[in-house]
């Protein structure tokens, strides 16, 4: 039997009734029925609000990190401004001297411990300022439970059916209406990154928000950059992630379980929303529960479309041997991507070597 890849997964590239799309035209409003598509695995992102204020609570030097400075904001939004919590910020300048405008890579996983001292010095010495924020203060990470309303954000808005993932991704927009404010922040370059269920969060933020340049879930896996009907060998499967964690999805994903080729979309979806903005996908060959085979199929997918858009090199995926983290390597393979394509220089490596042409030893 002939073993199933891309190309039998549903066609990103034809409409509900058949029709293929052909150009950027009919790809745009193609997008905007996709966006609808995938409140079937997330639900519908919460409500945009008419305002994300900020309160700077202090700053000071890093002089372990070199030039840079750190500053930490209390941010206001929802309602009324009734919602509120934390963002940090590591600018790669001196107390004071934040006036020049820097791309920013944000990452929502603080909430397991801000980024290690060498990737943030990393960050900072590329010209990259660093935010991050505690996605847990956006909706709980509640173990095994849907009934998380009276928590967090599902407080605020308590009707809607999103799942934990929409709820995060709603965090990452509402750092973004907050970080283009900033005199320091150049609000055509910004970066979104973040690892396992943060790169899932992190990948449904940039497939839902335009103003982000760069997309890049790390060891994402299931529900992320993974894939529901090709599974490597110890992948996470539909089952497995619904039945631990049905709170990070829409309620509605629960009745595909065993009938995944029912699914009017796979994850290659939700990668080609991000299109034509930059998407990397950086992976883990040892970490089978995240299926980097499967990943890489929904890479070749999303890809199609970036070539109809004619910016097939802004879809990359990076493979390193090891497990699942986010660690200095996965890092320096964002910095890279984004150095390509936000700031013009050439990579010294490449993002579109498929690691399974052969066997490995």
Request: charged share 20%.
């Amino acid at each position: 039997m002939n073993q199933i890849t891309h190309t039998d997964l549903p066609n990103v590239l034809r409409d509900a009734d058949g029709r293929r799309i052909t150009n950027a035209a009919e790809w745009g409003r193609h997008r905007r029925q996709l966006l609808s598509l995938i409140e079937i695995e997330y639900g519908a992102l919460p409500p945009t609000p008419p305002a994300t204020t900020g309160v700077e609570l202090h700053r000071h030097a890093m002089g372990r990190l070199g030039n840079a400075c750190h500053i930490q904001y209390r941010l206001a939004t929802g309602p009324n401004g009734t919602f509120t919590f934390l963002l940090d910020v590591l600018a790669p300048a001196s107390e004071g001297a934040t006036e020049s405008a820097h791309p920013v890579v944000l990452t929502g996983d603080g909430c397991w411990g801000f980024v290690a001292d060498d990737i943030a010095a990393e960050v900072l010495r590329r010209g990259y300022a660093l935010a991050q924020f505690i996605r847990t203060e956006i909706v709980p990470d509640v173990y095994h439970t849907h009934d998380q309303r009276n928590a967090g954000l599902y407080a605020v808005y308590p009707d809607g059916d999103y799942g934990a993932l929409a709820a995060w991704a709603w965090g990452y927009h509402r750092c973004i209406d907050f970080l283009t404010t900033l005199p320091y922040v150049d609000a055509t370059r910004i970066v979104v990154t973040g690892h396992s269920r943060g790169g899932k969060a992190a990948l449904v933020a940039g497939a839902t928000d335009e103003r982000i340049a760069l997309t890049a879930p790390n060891n994402s896996g299931c529900g992320g950059a993974g894939c529901f009907r090709i599974q490597g060998a110890g992948s996470e499967t539909l089952k497995d992630i619904v039945t631990r964690f049905p709170y990070w999805f829409s309620r509605r994903l629960a009745s595909y379980i065993g009938r995944e080729n029912d699914l009017p979309l796979d994850q290659h979806f939700v990668k080609a929303l991000v299109a034509p903005r930059a998407l990397l996908s950086t992976e883990a060959l040892s970490d089978l529960w995240a299926n980097p085979s499967g990943t890489f199929q929904t890479h070749l997918a999303a890809r199609e479309v970036y070539r109809l858009l004619g910016n097939e090199a802004r879809i990359g995926i990076w493979y390193r041997e090891g497990g699942h983290e986010q660690g200095l390597a996965d890092w320096r393979a964002l910095l890279d991507f984004a150095d390509w394509h936000l700031l013009g220089k050439a990579p010294a490596r490449r993002f579109d070597i498929d690691p399974f042409a052969e066997p490995r030893a």
